[in-house]
């Protein structure tokens, strides 16, 4: 599947209204919103068992790859997940809004909603950044 530039393009565009009729801050809030509405609903519908990180996987590569993003997880265990993005969803807000923001906007919902609040996620690669590929490191504390 190739990737879904016009859905991700849809978003875009909305972040950078908002983030113009309102502040970064807005827009951020509202893409986290939306992204949490959208998500929700897509991940209530698989079954998935809240804090299994293979569930995690399951769900969320599957979601990912529907909308035409290439992602792999090269590492998963009982307490630790290694999610990579090795296509950029947002290209048109690079430069726009801090790699970070963006990324807290759906990872913090993904991470809370399908492990749970005793899971955190680190970035230690970024597209933006010039690396190959986004990657985040999901540990249980």
Same mark, same amino acid.
């Given at each position: 599947?190739?990737?879904?530039?016009?859905?991700?393009?849809?978003?875009?565009?909305?972040?950078?209204?908002?983030?113009?009729?309102?502040?970064?801050?807005?827009?951020?809030?509202?893409? $986290? &919103? %939306?992204?949490?509405?959208? +998500?929700?609903?897509? @991940?209530?519908?698989?079954?998935?068992?809240?804090?299994?990180? #293979? !569930?995690?996987v399951?769900?969320?590569?599957?979601?990912?790859?529907?909308?035409?993003?290439?992602?792999?997880?090269?590492?998963?265990?009982?307490?630790?997940?290694v999610?990579?993005?090795?296509?950029?969803?947002?290209?048109?807000?690079? $430069? &726009? %809004?801090?790699?970070?923001? +963006?990324?807290?906007? @759906?990872?913090?919902?993904?991470?809370?909603?399908?492990l749970? #609040? !005793?899971?955190?996620?680190?970035?230690?690669?970024?597209?933006?950044?010039?690396?190959?590929y986004?990657?985040?490191?999901?540990e249980?504390?």
């Amino acid at each position: 599947m190739q990737y879904n530039a016009a859905f991700f393009g849809t978003h875009e565009a909305y972040f950078l209204i908002l983030k113009e009729l309102k502040g970064e801050k807005f827009a951020l809030d509202a893409t $986290g &919103k %939306v992204m949490k509405r959208g +998500l929700g609903k897509a @991940y209530d519908s698989t079954g998935f068992v809240k804090g299994s990180p #293979k !569930d995690f996987v399951r769900v969320v590569g599957e979601r990912d790859r529907s909308v035409g993003l290439k992602v792999k997880f090269p590492a998963v265990s009982d307490n630790k997940i290694v999610y990579q993005f090795h296509t950029d969803p947002f290209p048109n807000l690079k $430069g &726009k %809004v801090k790699p970070g923001n +963006l990324d807290a906007t @759906y990872m913090d919902f993904k991470v809370n909603y399908l492990l749970g #609040k !005793d899971w955190k996620y680190k970035t230690t690669k970024h597209i933006w950044k010039g690396d190959e590929y986004t990657e985040h490191v999901i540990e249980k504390c």
